[in-house]
């Protein structure tokens, strides 16, 4: 059974950086073909991609994040780190961690607010 | 970026009425299009991929259709637990992105 649970702050301050970590099971992130992505959804609103890792370490950044964003994997402890600077109210949104494209396992979300 | 327009945004459905969600692209692409549903306080749910494909757990009532800039979500005979939110998303061309959604709610 594949799970993803995402976990750090619920509060982050503006301009700070936020750090969360997707912690799975189920799957390797060291088998061909699999990835493990991260969407946002602030509230009330849609859902936005903001990047993904492969299982071979190749990486993918939302074009209007990127220099903000960085993902990383620990294979061995079946973790990947999502790294986020320079938060803003903006940023206030519920962020989850997916399996795979298209994503059919989802995280049940963690809901970071930016404020001050 | 592939942007990608749902309509309408919202829908006012009774029950046992059939459902047609529409999902535009702005550019052109084969089947590289998932749908998902998302109920309230709920993550969003895998229910259509490769345009057409049902993910496992939804019904037959579902079906996905479409290709190049135009994709259809139906629901064959809306069911209660069929009003939610439902989004496309294209996975073509990174950056993937999502339609702003359609909510199907209760006439």
């Known amino acids: 059974q594949i799970t993803l649970k995402e976990s750090g702050p619920t509060l982050v301050r503006p301009t700070q950086t936020l750090t969360l970590t997707c912690t799975f099971s189920g799957f390797s992130l060291s088998t061909s073909g699999v990835s493990v992505g991260w969407i946002r959804q602030p509230p009330g609103k849609a859902l936005e991609w903001l990047g993904l890792i492969y299982w071979d370490d190749d990486k993918r950044y939302s074009p209007s994040l990127k220099s903000r964003l960085t993902i990383t994997k620990d294979t061995s402890k079946n973790q990947v780190v999502l790294t986020m600077t320079n938060m803003d109210p903006v940023d206030t949104a519920t962020y989850f961690c997916?399996?795979?494209?298209?994503?059919?396992?989802w995280g049940q979300g963690s809901l970071v607010t930016v404020s001050s | 970026d592939i942007v990608m327009t749902q309509s309408p945004a919202t829908l006012s459905v009774s029950p046992g009425e059939r459902v047609t969600l529409s999902c535009r692209a702005s550019?052109?692409?084969?089947?590289?299009l998932a749908w998902y549903q998302q109920k309230p306080g709920q993550t969003p749910r895998l229910l259509i991929y490769?345009?057409?494909t049902r993910a496992t757990g939804f019904p037959a009532r579902f079906s996905g259709s479409g290709s190049g800039t135009e994709f259809t979500l139906t629901i064959s005979s809306l069911q209660s637990e069929d009003f939610a939110v439902y989004y496309c998303q294209q996975y073509n061309n990174w950056p993937w992105t999502f339609g702003q959604g359609t909510k199907v709610e209760i006439k």
């Open positions: 490769g345009a057409s």
């Open positions: 997916t399996h795979r494209i298209p994503p059919d396992y």
């Open positions: 550019q052109t692409f084969s089947s590289n």
